[in-house]
Structures are given as C-alpha cells and as structure tokens.
C-alpha cells in the first residue's frame, strides 16, 4: 500500500484546511488510518484514527472537537478536516495504515506499516 497525503499549507490562526491521504489500491475493509504530525523537534504524535470498516474513530484530546476524520471507501481516501486551527498544530502531517490493528494501539506510530510523505500544515497568527 502506498499512500500520498495532499492539502497541506499556510493557514491563519482560527482558519481551515482539509488533508487526503489517498491509498494506491484498495484497501482492505479490516484496515485502519492514520493521522500523526511531527513539529520541529518533537516526536511523532497521534491525531486521529479512524477503521475503514466499520468508520470508527479516535481522535488526540488536544484536538476533538476541532479535527474530524473521515473516509470514502469508495476512493480508499481518507480525509482529515482542520478548524480552528492554532499556531500549535504547524507541523508535517503525516498519514499512515495498517491492517489488524486493535483500537488500544491506534495511536502508536510504531504499529503501521505504511506511511505517507507527509505535508505541512503552518499556522500563523
């Protein structure tokens, strides 16, 4: 499985952006997503996860409420929508898969297997 995140970009402090990941070939229904980011000198941090079978989600405490992820099956895309985005959320974004995976480890990097190049997000205030 290969993976493109796209939609990355400057965005002011209170704005929106909405990232894709779109996976190269159909991915498998038991498969689940993804989204971590990286900022400058940090490690890699979960945001959000969602499972390509049956939609559930998961999301980072520092955004729910703002981040929405969701899927198109048809596509094997899925989509992470930015609001109100603050200066703290600049960093690459990154999208990633795996099959098999159980819920208490969707937030640990260290279990997908496939990764996306990323792409940038920067908030300005």
């Known amino acids: 499985v290969q993976l493109q995140a796209s939609g990355g970009g400057p965005v002011l402090t209170g704005g929106s952006l909405r990232l894709s990941c779109a996976a190269s070939?159909?991915?498998?229904?038991?498969?689940?997503m993804g989204w971590f980011r990286q900022a400058p000198g940090k490690g890699r941090e979960f945001v959000a996860a969602i499972s390509f079978s049956d939609g559930t989600t998961d999301y980072a405490a520092s955004v729910k409420g703002r981040f929405t992820i969701s899927r198109d099956t048809a596509k094997t895309t899925v989509y992470l929508q930015m609001n109100s985005l603050k200066p703290e959320d600049t960093a690459v974004y990154y999208c990633?898969?795996?099959?098999?995976?159980?819920?208490?480890?969707?937030?640990?990097?260290?279990?997908?297997?496939?990764w996306g190049q990323g792409t940038l997000v920067t908030v300005s205030s």
């Open positions: 070939r159909r991915t498998s229904r038991r498969y689940v």
């Open positions: 990633a898969a795996e099959g098999t995976l159980i819920r208490s480890s969707w937030s640990l990097p260290t279990q997908y297997h496939y």
